[in-house]
T-cell receptor, first 115, second 115 residues
């Protein structure tokens, strides 16, 4: 059973650019959640995708968007990057049924630095 | 508005003794609580969880206690081992609404277990 994987591991971008982060779910999971973890803080919920549709969103602006594919892998896109977007981006997968989700299992994260 | 709080940024314990990590929450809509452990450069690893209808859950050396009236939960690790040294996050899951499955995290507690 493969765990949650994320790519790339590290990324450096400049302000105003766009970035796409990728996540592969754990086998058997159909729900993906994305979190942003700033230095010294706990992860903050960005949004969740269940069966290819957004199933809840945290307090993040629309320039944060996502996709989930038929194989349940997912992308997080961030447009018009700002310095404060520098953080560790975590993807978590879980099994969901009719909107209820079990325990979320996290990938290793993508460290994004915006200069 | 910090709905989940871990008021101790760090905890230092001797090997073999008990480690007690604490977490307080304010939202009565939380229905499920989880503890995650995080090593540097890795994603959070699920440790143990508890439903809001229970007051205790045990798994090996790890026990989580929930006091709903006080909106407080704690993680006990006994006996503590040097390999337990990591950052521990308390997380709470929202029940219902548009963000079902969203996890709200505390700021984390750095546990150091000395040999």
């Amino acid at each position: 059973e493969t765990g949650v994987t994320q790519s790339p591991t590290h990324l450096i971008k400049t302000r105003g650019q766009q970035v796409t982060l990728r996540c592969s779910s754990q086998s058997g999971h159909n729900t993906v959640s994305w979190y942003q973890q700033a230095l010294g803080q706990g992860p903050q919920f960005i949004f969740q995708y269940y069966r290819e549709e957004e199933n809840g969103r945290g307090n993040f602006p629309p320039r944060f968007s996502g996709l989930q594919f038929p194989n349940y892998s997912s992308e997080l896109n961030v447009n018009a990057l700002e310095l404060d977007d520098s953080a560790l981006y975590l993807c978590a997968s879980s099994f969901g049924l009719a909107g209820r989700t079990d325990t979320q299992y996290f990938g290793p994260g993508t460290r994004l630095t915006v200069l | 508005d910090q709905q989940v709080k871990q008021n101790s940024p760090s905890l230092s314990v001797q090997e073999g003794r008990i480690s007690i990590l604490n977490c307080d929450y304010t939202n009565s809509m939380f229905d499920y609580f989880l503890w995650y452990k995080k090593y540097p450069a890795e994603g959070p690893t699920f440790l143990i969880s508890i439903s809001s209808i229970k007051d205790k859950n045990e798994d090996g050396r790890f026990t989580v206690f929930l006091n709903k009236s006080a909106k407080h939960l704690s993680l006990h690790i006994v006996p503590s081992q040097p390999g337990d040294s990591a950052v521990y996050f308390c997380a709470a899951r929202s029940a219902g609404g548009t963000s079902y499955g969203k996890l709200t995290f505390g700021q984390g507690t750095i546990l150091t277990v000395h040999p």
